[in-house]
């Protein structure tokens, strides 16, 4: 991204009177193709220097040598690999990036259904995790250095200091194994079965990511409203009589949106990375669960196609949270 922003500053500015959403809309666009074109060649470069023969790995350490080479054919590894990315490049454009290395499938259609069940998770734990967090952050707030803020900080400070896995034990210790039996400690869907169907499967791997990414949206809120409850404005609102929750409401939030949407949008990319152990650990058939699968099972189709999504969607947040920021803030959203 630094080298994406740094050829955006090269380009000649924006004719005044221009809007700041479509600039900035126009110049993350640009970065973020560039960003994309750059992940592509560092994933490439990073499958071709796996150890080991792909076709060979495809085909098992019985194939012969000339099922080994007839499929080095059709997957054009015996040709130079400016030629191989050419190739893989132009059908990812298309929409066509390649076959699964070990069953023969579509890779679009082999991933999509893990997509599908990881954009679940994603959005039930964003959604539920951003809502209790901005609300706890702003109660902190308003009532600070009182118990219940004294207490949601420390408890948010002991959670963001445990990883994924700790807090996806922990939770599976407490409600599925040793103290109680009320949830599956185990999430796996059947193959046809969509992740919205899942009922309580989804409950446990939803608090984990929710448990994760929590207490630094709380935090960040806590902070910004405390800031925005001294600022100068808060406080002539103040004593011009204005009832202290119409001044929480009115002056201190729509000044603390901002940052908190920046915090969130940040939080929401941590869960692409995030989910991959989550997923891992309940045995839930995500995009996270595939990734692994095709590490192990050196598909590197697969490989490269995943890759590429969840750089995609690092691209297309980043975006989205910005513009949102920039809506948020009177002053910044009109063209000057």
């Given at each position: 991204m630094v080298i994406a922003e740094t050829f955006m500053r090269?380009?000649?500015?924006?004719?005044?009177?221009?809007?700041?959403?479509?600039?900035?809309?126009?110049?993350?666009?640009?970065?973020?193709?560039?960003?994309?074109?750059?992940?592509?060649?560092?994933?490439f470069a990073a499958t071709q220097a796996l150890p080991g023969n792909a076709a060979q790995a495809a085909l098992g350490q019985t194939a012969t040598p000339q099922r080994v080479h007839l499929l080095e054919v059709q997957l054009h590894l015996n040709r130079p690999a400016v030629v191989q990315y050419e190739l893989w490049i132009s059908g990812l454009v298309k929409g066509n990036p390649g076959v699964s290395l070990t069953n023969g499938q579509r890779v679009t259609l082999l991933t999509l259904p893990h997509l599908e069940n990881s954009a679940v998770l994603v959005?039930?734990?964003?959604?539920?995790?951003?809502?209790?967090?901005?609300?706890?952050?702003?109660?902190?707030?308003?009532?600070?250095?009182?118990?219940?803020?004294?207490?949601?900080?420390a408890t948010a400070l002991a959670l963001a200091a445990l990883p994924e896995f700790v807090v996806a034990i922990g939770?599976?210790?407490?409600?599925?194994?040793?103290?109680?039996?009320?949830l599956p400690a185990v999430s796996f869907l059947p193959p046809q079965v969509s992740a919205w169907s899942g009922g309580n499967l989804l409950v446990l791997p939803v608090a984990t990511l929710v448990l994760v990414i929590s207490p630094y949206i709380f935090r960040m809120t806590r902070a910004t409203m405390i800031e925005a409850l001294e600022s100068d404005y808060a406080e002539t609102a103040i004593l011009e009589g204005l009832p202290?929750?119409?001044?929480?409401?009115?002056?201190?939030?729509?000044n603390a949106v901002p940052p908190i949407i920046q915090v969130i949008g940040i939080n929401i990319l941590?869960?692409?990375?995030?989910?991959?152990?989550?997923?891992?650990?309940?045995?839930?058939?995500?995009?996270g669960q595939a990734l692994v699968s095709a590490v192990s099972d050196r598909d590197i189709p697969t490989i490269q196609f995943i890759v590429i999504l969840l750089a995609?969607?690092?691209?297309?947040?980043?975006?989205?949270?910005?513009?949102?920021?920039?809506?948020t803030t009177?002053?910044?959203?009109?063209p000057r």
């Open positions: 090269l380009r000649p500015p924006p004719s005044s009177g221009s809007h700041p959403i479509w600039h900035l809309l126009a110049r993350r666009t640009v970065a973020g193709l560039f960003t994309l074109w750059l992940v592509s060649i560092l994933v959005i039930l734990a964003g959604l539920i995790g951003s809502a209790l967090a901005v609300a706890a952050g702003i109660a902190a707030a308003w009532k600070r250095d009182s118990v219940f803020d004294h207490v949601t900080s939770l599976i210790v407490v409600f599925s194994t040793l103290l109680f039996h009320w202290p929750r119409r001044v929480l409401v009115r002056h201190a939030l729509p941590y869960l692409a990375g995030g989910i991959v152990i989550v997923e891992y650990i309940f045995n839930f058939p995500g995009i995609a969607f690092y691209v297309v947040v980043n975006i989205a949270t910005d513009v949102i920021a920039l809506l009177p002053r910044r959203r009109h």
